[in-house]
């Protein structure tokens, strides 16, 4: 899979006060990029920068093989933008919003346009500055997917949104998920683990880490290991750097295993402790691996 | 091309309404001028005012439509050609800016009966001049989306066009066509670089920096540009000094009628006769400024700079000889220092060699009739049956126009004559009428005849003369004495 989006050694300074320190990422052709990471960490810079609307302080960053920088309409008229910050013209009305918009994609499927209309329900004749912020938001992501684009990037899209208003988003968007690549934002993890294919966690302007969910899910693990009584904790001992958050009680030791394989965890597992009683993992849902990385990485710094 | 149609389409649905407030105000401006009697005394300053008012407001939001400055827009991240969105911005400005004030010249123009024919460049210019005009309009907007700001910003261009807009009758308002029209091209081409800026790659804060450049470099030229240099540069761009090489300057005698003049306390009031000699036959000198340096016995000296030498009127004429008296207005320190003793006068007198006469006697009724270089002129029966009223479209023509009522003297429309090349002014009433009077001479009840004469600028000179042993009590200014009335100007 090639990359639609990257970006190299990107740093943003507003007022010398740094918000992308250095960030380094890549958004492989068809996957559905999730970009999660708490308040501040630099989400919308990073978005803003891809989309050309920001100009980088240094490095480089590349959408649709362009330099962002150079982004022009050649190329927008194949990328999706959807924003919670973004100001609709408010004086158009829906229909006439998609009609103006029309002719700025060659790509344009009418057809396609009628039915995410009829899809989100939405009400032709009213002017945007009378919608709900959902409805908003959705005829945002209906004028974008209306021209099948290879990208589509969402900054925070569904944050402040009712659940049914953000399920009807998500099933708009899963219909897209095949033939566009989708960059989206989110500081809420649970909005985005339902679909997302690829995960990249952001924080203080760098990118922890980037991975495919799968990949991570699956490498993630809560593990609990029953001992025999009482436990010979090998606290003079360093653990394994990729067992995090260790908890110890009696006859229990409980830790996040980051780099989950059946048999060598255990092999780690009764090299430290000996003979244990049993060894049982869990999968963790996204919210809890980010948090274990959080936690780490503020404990370490 | 096809993507600027689009977004003017939806410019015009955007602001339909406003559209239709600014040409209702085009349309009262015309309405208000044809109203009138020929036009005079009658701009349509009112409607002019909320036409500008109105044009500015519409520029705005047009701009704002899609702004410039900002992140948070919804057509940055849209596929807009930044040349279709300029030039829609553009289209929309001639079509809904300067295509209802070119209707409304043109129904001005031909309800007053202007020969349209050599109204055509006259009327192009003024659109060109307008077009250009709304320019720093459409680029200060691009500098902010922020409402407040873009009020103060239109408030500083509107400042801008009424500065440069307004009628210039002083007496350096030969040539003050120069320091206008740099510091419009000066603004214009800053407009101009903002909008390739703005448009192509939103470079604001350079941008705002380009403006606050521009606005600066403009005041200063259209303030702060030295008169002599002015006239240096007319003279330059006539080429016609040999001219006047015949002609000698000198100090004349005091003059024994003196025109009335309203004192400027504490200042003193010189009334200096200059005498022009040798003044080459077919042409005749009108003053255009004065500067006067005196020099006391002891070295001491002062300076009078043309704006302190305001009234030069000429005097008597003949064929080759004419007497101008200035009235300039000096210190009264050194004036009273030196009272009774002698100085030393050092001058340069800036004059304009008028020739080429054309005349033509036209009857003089309140229906306006054609008379040369696109005037028409007329009388008032109701105001005064001796005043001729004569009337130019787009600008007055940069010549001396004189009336002659019957066995009465000439008398000139102005002496203060433009002499701009170009063939209009910005304005939106395209008419502009001047007034002189026979007052002086008497009323002629009976004469129903005027015959208007037309002479065109030659030569622009300056010629310096010393006088020594100058006493200024001769000079000075002795009791108010009424003399000829003193012309006026009517837009």
């Not at chain 1, 009609?99 to 060659?106: G, H």
């Not at chain 2, 510091?183 to 214009?188: E, K, M, N, P, S």
């Not at chain 2, 007055?396 to 019957?406: D, E, F, I, S, T």
């Given at each position: 899979?090639?990359d ?13 006060a ?14 559905v ?27 480089h ?18 990328i ?108 809420d ?18 990118l ?42 009696p ?12 048999e ?10 000996g ?27 | ?15 339909r ?18 109203r ?21 407001f ?16 919804f ?13 829609a ?41 307008l ?7 459409v ?49 214009c ?85 200059i ?20 020099q ?9 700079e ?6 030069l ?7 080759s ?13 050194f ?6 003793r ?43 049956e ?31 004559v433009?002499?701009?090349?170009f ?26 005849d ?6 065109e ?35």
């Amino acid at each position: 899979m090639s990359d639609i989006v990257s970006a190299i050694d990107l740093v943003k300074r507003f007022r010398d006060a740094p918000v992308l320190d250095g960030l380094n990422l890549t958004v492989p052709e068809g996957s559905v990029f999730g970009l999660a990471g708490p308040n501040g960490a630099g989400k919308t810079t990073t978005i803003k920068i891809l989309m050309n609307i920001l100009r980088p302080s240094s490095g480089h960053a590349e959408v649709l093989g362009v330099d962002s920088r150079a982004l022009g309409p050649e190329a927008l008229a194949n990328i999706g933008y959807v924003s919670e910050n973004q100001d609709l013209p408010e004086w158009m009305t829906v229909e006439y919003m998609l009609a103006y918009l029309k002719p700025f994609y060659p790509a344009w499927d009418e057809e396609r346009a009628r039915r995410l209309v009829r899809q989100f329900d939405l009400p032709l004749d009213r002017q945007l500055r009378h919608l709900s912020r959902g409805m908003r938001m959705k005829i945002a992501l209906a004028s974008s997917l209306a021209y099948r684009p290879r990208l589509l990037i969402m900054d925070e899209p569904f944050s402040g949104l009712d659940p049914l208003v953000r399920e009807d988003l998500i099933d708009g968007l899963l219909e897209s998920a095949g033939e566009t690549t989708i960059l989206i934002s989110s500081h809420d993890l649970g909005e985005i683990e339902s679909f997302a294919s690829h995960i990249g966690y952001l924080d203080r302007g760098r990118l922890q880490f980037s991975e495919e969910m799968t990949s991570l899910t699956a490498r993630f693990r809560e593990v609990e290991v029953v001992v025999d009584s009482p436990p010979l904790v090998p606290l003079d001992r360093p653990w394994p750097a990729h067992w995090l958050r260790p908890e110890t009680a009696p006859a229990l030791v409980r830790f996040v295993e980051t780099h989950f394989d059946p048999e060598r965890t255990a092999a780690d597992i009764r090299q430290l402790f000996g003979d244990v009683r049993s060894i049982s993992a869990h999968p963790m849902p996204l919210r809890a691996i980010f948090v274990t990385l959080a936690r780490a990485r503020s404990k370490a710094a | 091309m096809r993507q600027a149609l689009h977004i003017f389409k939806k410019d015009f649905r955007y602001s339909r309404y406003e559209i239709t407030l600014v040409v209702l105000f085009a349309m009262a401006c015309a309405a208000t001028h044809l109203r009138g009697p020929h036009g005079a005394f009658n701009e349509p300053w009112l409607p002019e005012i909320f036409w500008f008012i109105g044009v500015a407001f519409l520029i705005g939001r047009l701009v704002l439509a899609e702004a410039i400055t900002g992140d948070r827009q919804f057509w940055i991240t849209r596929p807009y050609r930044w040349k279709c969105l300029l030039a829609a911005k553009l289209l929309f400005i001639v079509v809904f800016v300067n295509l209802p004030v070119l209707l409304a010249h043109l129904a001005i123009l031909l309800i007053d009966g202007f020969p349209l024919v050599s109204s055509i460049p006259g009327l192009l210019w003024s659109q060109v001049l307008l077009f250009a005009f709304s320019l720093p309009f459409v680029a200060f907007a691009t500098l902010s989306s922020v409402k407040p700001f873009q009020l103060i910003l239109l408030a500083c261009a509107a400042g801008v066009w009424l500065l440069m807009t307004s009628t210039n009758v002083g007496p350096l308002s030969g040539v003050a066509w120069l320091s206008g029209s740099i510091a419009f091209a000066a603004l214009c081409a800053t407009a101009v670089s903002i909008l390739f800026l703005q448009y192509k790659s939103r470079r604001t804060v350079f941008s705002r920096w380009l403006a606050a450049g521009g606005v600066a470099v403009s005041a200063f030229v259209l303030g702060a540009m030295p008169w002599p240099l002015a006239f240096a540069l007319q003279s330059h761009l006539s080429g016609q000094d040999a001219l006047g090489s015949s002609i000698q300057i000198a100090l004349g005698h005091t003059p024994e009628e003196r025109f009335w003049q309203i004192q400027m306390k504490p200042k003193v009031a010189l009334h200096f006769p200059i005498s022009v000699q040798g003044v080459p036959g077919g042409t005749e000198a009108q003053p255009d400024a004065l500067a006067v340096s005196l020099q006391s016995s002891d070295g001491r000296t002062t300076q009078l700079e043309a704006q302190d030498c305001q009234s030069l009127k000429r005097g008597s004429l003949s064929a080759s000889a004419a007497t101008i008296t200035a009235v300039c207005f000096a210190d009264p320190s050194f004036f009273n220092a030196q009272h009774g003793r002698p100085v030393t006068l050092r001058a340069s007198l800036y004059f304009t060699l008028f020739g080429n006469a054309q005349s033509q006697t036209i009857p003089l009724s309140e229906e306006p009739s054609n008379a040369p270089d696109g005037l028409q002129c007329y009388t008032d029966m109701v105001r005064a049956e001796w005043d001729v009223y004569c009337r130019a479209a787009f600008r007055w023509p940069a010549r001396l126009v004189y009336a002659k009522l019957g066995r009465t003297n000439a008398n000139s429309f102005t002496q203060f004559v433009s002499y701009s090349p170009f063939p209009a002014n910005l304005n939106i009433d395209p008419v502009e009428t001047r007034w002189a009077s026979a007052y002086a001479s008497g009323p002629p009840p009976t004469v129903r005849d005027v015959t208007i004469v037309v002479e065109e600028p030659l030569a622009h000179l300056r010629r310096d003369f010393e006088a020594q042993g100058v006493r200024l009590d001769e000079f000075a200014y002795p009791s108010v004495r009424v003399g000829p009335a003193p012309i006026d100007v009517i837009r």
